[in-house]
């Protein structure tokens, strides 16, 4: 038999199974043609009730204003920001995948970046609740955006972080989008074809847009995928590299540091593969996919997470050696005082920081550890805890404590409704995650097809054999294969 | 938009494409389209189809995105309200470089997929004649156009000879019509001597 394609045997599979296209699709497209479980409808109706819960604490802030939180001078920014920033830090992973792994032709990206992609906008929809609802009187919301008013005409400052962070992020959410729904065209129209349901005929018809699989249109199609991967690849960096000026052009000790751009995307890498862990450990034994999310695709982000772990530690280290070797009071005393000292009053965040963040990932330099889903889990979790804390650290303990004694606001502590809009955003997140999951193809049909051929276990043992041939054969084959 | 008369054969094998491709178009059969459930690199080439010039469009969406960034606070922070920020300078270019990527992409990402949408005509409530509901799952269907001489009968039988496993004989509305998967609407009445009267 011809091979399309000749990868090493070195590669482990990507499709485990013996596997043709019809049962791909079958596989993949099987949760969105039963009925949902019961496990489903439990998670569903908590994120639901943690929404409600969300929404009632946000209404209370509406109708009372900022002070149902307990902002207060000097911590203008407290658990809000911290959310923000965390929330987007997590939605970077699914462009990573999509976008830089697609450019760098990384096989294993097909098994998780529809549902990495999904992450992403869910996050970033959770993300932009905290600078809209923080505004207070939210219903000016829209002073934001430049447009000639009546006011002047008045226009936003171009100047400004606060509002580079607005269009990067609406820039981020709507490229993000585009980005995930044209790679759905296609597997919407498989669920339409393959449809039985009038409403299910009626909605996958509406949503595929027509969708025919013409080669004209694939053809288009990649071209599409590709530009977009290329604009989306900058575009990431920039989000987060922008989020990070909001602190870095300040003129507050402990943000006005140069190192943050780096150090804050590779801190939303890090944690944006600690929630695809997270969902996609869960996903693939809910949704029977752990043939198509293999071990081995758990393995490659583990040792993901390592690396930016360890690049977030050197950043870390390198802020405290800048803070010392700098000679800036100020600067030593956000450092030393607010956050090394153990025994100042939020000392402690800064070790469950650097204790999640960089240490306990270090364990993924084992490969047992890496291939271990309960410890993937679990360090998932840990991961996520260490970067809010790190958030946490950055933004909190640097204005706790400020120039005037006098006006340290050492008690700092959330209110019961700035925790209940943190629970509300994760009911956001997860009722848009069980939707997903249910109505959406979560693992890319058409993609995984194209790497069957390459990846797919039943074709690479039929690779092996072709490796045991003589080359010339081997090569006279290929060349008539196309 | 004109119903023709088409000649559908299916293969599951995507390698016997090429030289089926190869084969009919040196026979001088006219491909309509092929429909595949996946990319397949090389098909296009293989069919004679030109590249896409999708890129060049979104190119310049891109550099339309900078120039309005660029012109549009540069206007505003000079000429329309300059706001004086602790006396420096109202030209700030190093401070709209943000604002100006930004919208340079949002510019190339929105436009490109619109114009892809148009130029592949698909929209919610478009819909397109589909010559195998397996053309999505596992099929690759190659349909080749009948022209007023072509032979029908032949043509099956050289498409049989390629390695196409199905094969049958379908008229269809080459453009797209607006309708609903759920109900099966004709596109357009057929222009019968007696309707266009």
Redesign the interface.
């Known amino acids: 038999m011809a091979l399309l394609m000749y990868e090493s045997q070195v590669r482990p599979p990507l499709v485990d199974g013996d596997k043709d296209y019809h049962q791909i699709t079958e596989d993949i497209i099987r949760p969105i043609e039963s009925d949902p479980s019961k496990l489903w409808w439990t998670g569903f109706l908590i994120a639901v009730a943690l929404l409600c819960f969300g929404i009632y604490s946000v209404t209370r802030e509406v109708i009372y204003g900022v002070g149902q939180w307990n902002l207060n001078k000097t911590v203008g920014w407290g658990w809000d920001i911290t959310n923000f920033v965390w929330w987007i830090g997590i939605g970077h992973a699914g462009t990573l995948i999509s976008a830089i792994l697609l450019l760098f032709r990384q096989g294993w990206r097909t098994g998780v970046n529809r549902a990495a992609e999904a992450m992403t906008i869910f996050a970033v929809i959770c993300a932009g609740q905290f600078p809209i609802w923080h505004m207070g009187r939210v219903w000016m919301a829209f002073f934001v955006m430049p447009y000639p008013n009546t006011r002047g005409p008045i226009w936003s400052n171009f100047n400004s972080p606060l509002l580079w962070d607005v269009f990067a992020i609406s820039t981020y959410f709507t490229v993000s989008l585009l980005f995930w729904y044209a790679g759905l065209l296609p597997d919407l129209a498989t669920v339409r074809d393959r449809a039985k349901l009038k409403w299910r005929k009626f909605f996958y018809g509406l949503t595929s847009f027509g969708w025919t699989g013409s080669t004209k249109h694939w053809q288009r199609h990649e071209a599409l995928s590709l530009v977009l991967a290329g604009l989306s690849t900058p575009l990431v960096l920039s989000v987060h590299t922008i989020v990070s000026f909001d602190f870095a052009t300040s003129v507050v000790p402990g943000w006005h540091t140069t190192i943050f751009p780096p150090y804050f995307v590779a801190g939303a890498i890090f944690s944006g593969f600690a929630m695809v862990q997270s969902l996609l450990v869960i996903t693939r034994k809910v949704l029977k996919l752990e043939e198509y999310i293999t071990v081995e695709h758990i393995d490659v982000m583990n040792k993901i997470i390592v690396l930016t772990g360890s690049i977030v530690g050197v950043a870390y280290l390198t802020e405290l050696f800048i803070s010392w070797y700098g000679q800036n009071k100020f600067e030593s005393w956000a450092f030393m005082q607010n956050r090394v000292n153990l025994f100042s009053p939020l000392g402690w965040s800064y070790y469950i920081m650097m204790g999640c963040n960089v240490l306990s990932p270090q364990i993924f330099w084992f490969r047992k550890m890496r291939r271990n889903l309960t410890v993937t889990f679990f360090m998932s979790v840990i991961v996520n805890i260490g970067m809010w804390f790190e958030r946490f650290v950055i933004i909190v303990t640097s204005i706790y404590r400020d120039y005037i004694p006098s006006s340290w606001s050492t008690y700092y502590s959330p209110s019961p409704w700035e925790i209940g809009f943190y629970l509300g955003t994760f009911g956001l997140f997860f009722t848009c995650f069980f939707l997903f999951s249910k109505f959406f193809p979560v693992i890319a049909v058409a993609e995984i097809k194209h790497i069957l051929k390459r990846s797919g276990e039943n074709y690479k043992e039929q690779m092996g054999h072709a490796e045991q041939e003589p080359v010339e054969e081997f090569a006279h084959e290929m060349a008539h294969a196309h | 938009m004109s119903i023709k008369k088409f000649v559908v054969g299916c293969f599951t094998e995507?390698?016997a494409l090429?030289s089926a491709v190869k084969k009919v178009r040196s026979t001088g059969y006219k491909i309509h389209?092929?429909?595949?459930?996946?990319?397949?690199h090389?098909?296009?080439k293989a069919?004679g189809?030109r590249?896409?010039s999708?890129?060049t469009a979104?190119f310049i969406y891109?550099i339309t995105g900078t120039t309005t960034a660029l012109s549009?606070?540069g206007w505003?922070?000079t000429s329309?309200?300059p706001?004086n920020?602790g006396g420096?300078p109202h030209f700030?270019l190093p401070?709209?470089i943000?604002?100006t990527?930004?919208?340079t992409?949002?510019f190339?990402?929105?436009g490109?997929?619109l114009t892809?949408?148009y130029?592949?005509?698909?929209?919610?409530?478009?819909?397109?004649h589909?010559f195998h509901?397996?053309?999505?799952?596992?099929l690759f269907v190659m349909v080749l156009e009948c022209t007023p001489t072509s032979d029908e009968a032949e043509m099956s039988t050289f498409l049989n000879g390629l390695g196409a496993k199905e094969i049958n004989v379908q008229e269809a509305e080459t453009g797209?019509w607006l309708g609903?998967?759920?109900r099966n609407t004709q596109p357009f009445e057929k222009k019968t001597a007696s309707t266009l009267a």
Do not use: N
């Open positions: 995507e390698q090429f389209d092929v429909y595949t459930p996946m990319p397949i090389g098909l296009d069919m189809l590249d896409t999708l890129h979104g891109g549009g606070i505003i922070f329309d309200w706001l920020f420096k700030a401070a709209w943000p604002i990527f930004e919208l992409v949002l190339a990402s929105v490109m997929v892809f949408c130029l592949c005509q698909m929209a919610p409530f478009v819909k397109k589909h509901l397996r053309s999505t799952d596992d797209w609903r998967y759920d």
